[in-house]
């Protein structure tokens, strides 16, 4: 008897988006890990970017098309609303700390937004695809009634 990987579980269409095509099940935090660290959410191997941001039309592993995966300005939001807050608390903190003048808050506030911000959003974007690879397949055919 052959023991089943320990990622391998019973496969449940209503969520996994594997099993019956040759891949396997993963969990729901497998993808997300996945896209997070920018590989397919379905397989885990195939890369999610082309560049920088731009999501690649098809998995050159397991073929998943990435084509209806288009998250737009979802991940920008989040990435404003976490660095906004920690620039703000941060300048804000070495104000009233410090009372620096204006060209060191310049000095080390825009580059801190500059980093953070191209450093999280490809972290988000390939959270975004593996949510929406997760919770709304674009090659599922609808169903009737929807849902
Ligand atoms: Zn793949």
Do not use: N
């Amino acid at each position: 008897m052959i023991d089943e990987p320990p990622h391998k579980t019973e496969y449940r269409p209503d969520i996994d988006k594997g099993g019956p095509d040759g891949f396997p099940a993963h969990s729901a935090a497998a993808s997300i890990r996945f896209g997070v660290s920018g590989r397919c959410p379905r397989c885990g191997e195939g890369r999610l970017f082309t560049g920088y941001l731009k999501i690649t039309d098809r998995c050159d592993v397991c073929g998943l098309s990435f084509a209806g995966h288009d998250v737009g300005d979802g991940p920008v939001v989040p990435a404003i609303l976490v660095i906004g807050g920690i620039v703000v608390g941060l300048a804000w903190t070495m104000e009233v700390t410090f009372q620096p003048p204006l060209w060191a808050h310049a000095a080390l506030w825009g580059p801190l937004t500059l980093g953070l911000s191209l450093g999280m959003l490809p972290l988000l974007k390939g959270l975004s695809v593996a949510l929406q690879f997760r919770l709304r397949s674009t090659e599922e055919e609808p169903k009737p009634g929807g849902g």
